[in-house]
C-alpha cells in the first residue's frame, strides 16, 4: 500500500501538470475558432494543429531533422494565418487590450438564410437589367473553387451578398465594375475578378461578358454565371460551357434555387458554446481518471443502487 500512495500521487501529479498544458492548448484552439468563425477555414486550423502534433511527436522520437522541418512549418503556417485573418485578430488584439476578452464568448452572428441570398441577387439583377448595367456573377455550387483559375483574383471584399452592394460595384463609374464578383455561399468574396475566356465559336451578339461565363463554366463544373447584358439588358445564366437566355426574374429565381444553395451551414460559427465545451471537457477527463483509477463509473453506481 505504501508503494502504491506515491506512485498515484505521482500520476496526479502528472495528470495535473499535463491536464492543465492541454486544457490551456483547448482554450487558444477555441479563441482561435472564436475569431475565424466560419466552418471553411476549420480545415486550415485543423491542418495547422497537426503540424504542430507532428513536431511534438518528432521531438519525442528524436527525429532532429523532421523536427526542424515542422517546426519552420509551424512557424510559416501561423505566419500565414495571421495574415490571412489580420481582420480577425486586430480586433482579438484590441478585445484584449481593452479587458474585453469575454465578448468573444458572448459573440452571436447573424446568418441570413439562403432564400435571403438568392432574392437579393435576383433583386440586384432585375434593377441591372431595368438599367442596362452591365454584370457578371460567379456563383459556386459546391465544394471550393481554388481562385487560381481565374486570370485575376480581383480586390478582395469578403461582404455579406445585399442588393445595394452589387448594384453598386457594377456602377459604370467604379473601379470594378468591368470584372466579375465572385459569390461563395452568403458572401461576396471579390470583385473586378478577370475570368478566362471561352474559346468557343459564339455568336457575334455575345459580348465579353458572355464569353468569359462560357469560359469559366467550362473549365470549373461547381460554379454557375449570371449576366447582365449591357447593350439590351437581357439576362443569362451560364452552366458547363451553355448559356440559358433571355431569362425574367423570376425563372432565373427558378433556376438559383435548383442549381445554387447558399448553405447557411457553410457560415455556421465552428466553436461551441462554452457550456458545452466545458460539460465535454469534464465528462471525457472523469471517464479518463476512472480508467486510470479503476474508480466505479456513474452507471454502474446508478445500478448498484
Not at 28 to 44: D, H, K, N, Q, S
Not at 146 to 158: A, E, H, I, Q, Y
Amino acid at each position: 500500500m505504501s508503494g502504491s500512495a506515491p506512485g498515484q500521487s505521482w500520476i496526479v501529479s502528472w495528470l495535473i501538470h499535463n491536464g492543465l498544458d492541454i486544457g490551456l492548448v483547448l482554450i487558444l484552439t477555441y479563441l482561435m475558432l472564436l475569431i475565424i468563425g466560419e466552418r471553411r477555414t476549420l480545415w486550415m486550423v485543423r491542418g495547422l494543429i497537426i503540424l504542430m502534433l507532428a513536431a511534438v511527436l518528432s521531438e519525442r522520437l528524436k527525429l532532429e531533422l523532421l523536427k526542424f522541418v515542422l517546426e519552420k512549418l509551424v512557424l510559416g503556417a501561423a505566419v500565414a494565418m495571421a495574415v490571412i485573418f489580420q481582420s480577425e485578430f486586430r480586433r482579438f488584439l484590441e478585445l484584449l487590450g481593452r479587458g474585453q476578452i469575454l465578448q468573444l464568448f458572448q459573440r452571436q452572428r447573424s446568418l441570413p438564410k439562403p432564400n435571403n441570398v438568392i432574392d437579393e441577387i435576383v433583386d440586384a439583377v432585375k434593377e441591372l437589367s431595368q438599367n442596362r448595367t452591365g454584370a457578371l456573377m460567379v456563383l459556386e455550387t459546391s465544394g471550393t473553387i481554388d481562385m487560381r483559375v481565374f486570370v485575376n483574383p480581383g480586390v478582395s471584399l469578403n461582404g455579406e451578398v445585399s442588393k445595394e452592394l452589387l448594384q453598386t460595384i457594377f456602377q459604370p463609374k467604379t473601379l470594378l465594375h468591368d470584372g466579375a464578383v465572385f459569390i461563395r455561399g452568403s458572401r461576396i468574396v471579390s470583385a473586378g475578378v478577370i475570368l478566362p475566356l471561352s474559346e468557343r465559336t459564339a455568336s457575334r451578339q455575345l459580348g465579353t461578358r458572355h464569353r468569359a461565363a462560357m469560359g469559366i463554366t467550362e473549365r470549373v463544373e461547381n460554379c454557375i454565371c449570371v449576366v447582365v447584358s449591357e447593350e439590351t439588358g437581357s439576362i443569362s445564366l451560364a452552366e458547363r460551357g451553355n448559356l440559358n437566355r433571355p431569362l425574367t426574374s423570376s425563372k432565373l429565381k427558378e433556376l438559383l434555387e435548383e442549381r445554387f444553395s447558399p448553405s447557411v451551414e457553410r457560415e455556421v460559427v465552428v466553436a461551441p458554446s462554452l457550456g458545452v465545451l466545458s460539460r465535454t471537457i469534464g465528462l471525457q477527463g472523469r471517464i479518463l481518471l476512472e480508467r486510470i483509477f479503476h474508480l466505479p463509473s456513474s452507471k454502474s453506481k446508478e445500478q448498484k443502487k
